[in-house]
């Protein structure tokens, strides 16, 4: 967990740190991944960082498999697996700016506002969040195509996690 204070100069005192440490408490026993808290001039903000591993593959713009028949009485070669492109660290990726839950179309059983292979101009609406009972329209940072969604319809969604990815 990381802590860090703004505190107009002046240094922690006892109460402080514990203050740090029933805000770590909290976040240890819930599924929040940050809290903030002003007291005064005093400014804190604790959040989690959680370990994850990332995979990243490279592939070429254009790739071409080739297979070969086995010559009679010979097993055949088993397929290589598949390549997996971690999108989320894509420049690209449009990351959320607060925890809630995604929605891709405006209302239930409409159509989305976008659609991988769709098109797109800066300032478009490309999903809305819902968070504390307000629905959040998310905006397209950059014009370009949507390469792939990140995220379901209705999927609860993390601070910063990604959500799309625009090429």
């Known amino acids: 967990m990381v802590a860090s204070t703004k505190s107009g100069g002046r240094a922690l005192g006892k109460g402080d740190l514990a203050l740090i440490r029933e805000l770590a408490d909290i976040l240890r026993d819930t599924d929040l991944s940050e809290i ?8 804190l903000r604790v959040s989690r960082q959680m370990a994850t591993q990332m995979v990243q593959a490279a592939l070429p713009a254009a790739a071409v498999i080739e297979t070969k028949s086995a010559p009679a009485g010979m097993a055949p070669e088993t397929p290589a ?32 506002f976008v659609k991988v292979g769709d098109t797109v101009n800066e300032g478009d609406t490309v999903l809305l969040i819902e968070a504390m009972k307000t629905f959040n329209p998310i905006l397209a940072p950059k014009s370009g195509k949507i390469i792939e969604f ?3 319809d209705g999927a609860p969604i993390e601070f910063d996690e990604p959500l799309l990815v625009i090429g």
């Open 36 to 43: 903030e808290v002003e007291r005064g001039d005093l400014k």
């Open 150 to 152: 990140l995220v379901d």
């Open 81 to 112: 697996p598949e390549a997996v492109v971690d999108f989320s660290v894509h420049p690209g990726a449009v990351r959320a700016p607060m925890v809630g839950t995604a929605y891709l179309s405006p209302e239930p059983g409409a159509t989305p």
